[in-house]
């Protein structure tokens, strides 16, 4: 068995068609289909039945291609990870989520470059949702991610930064807009803006709201949607929502008077002149701040990295408590 005839039995599978997968792979179909039937004699085991159009896999097959795309894919990782350690470290990719940008990362970048000056590391940002900053990092486009979601990867290790409380936005004509000390509860009469495109990997409650609708149901469905499960935490339903593409929508909308939404509070400098922000009386509804990277395998400057995000917070008054890389 060979790489080779594992990845043709994949691009087949996929495709469901010989013809398809010679397109992609750039092989012939009777080298694929030599490369199938080496693999099955191998195995001993039919993967791929040949008289369904379009092709299906066997019951067998269904299984060894479970098994094989993980291994693929962490072959993947080791390649990447291996060509990484093998290039001159010249810059330092930092992925980011866009609420991030709004609060400290200019300042930490500014520390972290005013104390590495002499190290000829070019920095370069990229914008990537926390979910994809894990790909990113085992696909080597990064070396560091900062996100607001804990992810379970086994390749990546995470330093909880710091928890942000959220403030709730208004639109500055709203008859809540002056009210100091806000409660959950007594914004769920309002269109709730959702804007988040990671959702929450738990189950943990089982209360579910419909989008865009006036019925709130109960089920057994978890609430993944992290605006609706900080609400649903506190027996809270929203009346109405909405949801749109990303922070910077909601925050429009919000503005032309469409509805309120919860934002960490470091967003509370956008558009003041239309929008109210206010804080809310429970502590626990905060947005957390992660710093993800590659266990083992640490961008030298990445330690760095963090020391300057520590400096920032001291300076800022702001408490942590200090982690380490593996
Ligand atoms: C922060 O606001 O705590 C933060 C922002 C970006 C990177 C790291 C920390």
Redesign the pocket.
Known sequence: MDLKQLNAFIAIADLQSFSGAAKTTGLSQPSLSRLLKQLEADIGAELIDRYHRPLQLTEAGQFFYDKVRVLLAELDTITNMTKRLATPITTLNIG?VPS??Y???PE?IAYFKQHNAGDDIEINLKDISSYQQIEALKSGEIDVG?GRFAHQDPWVQQVL??H?RYVVALPKAHPLAKVKEQRLMDLANNRLILYHQTHLPVATTTNRKNTNSQNASSTTEPITEPLLHLFAQYGVTPLMTTKVSDLQVALGLVAAGEGITLV?S?LRAVRPEQISYQRLIHENVTSP?Y?HTLKNVVHPKVPELLKA?YR??EQRG?TYRAQQFI
Do not use: A, N, T
Request: glycine share 6%.
């Open positions: 980011f991030v940008l609060g400290l990362l930490i900062f930064l710091r942000e960490p470091s701040i710093l995000i920032v917070y702001i």
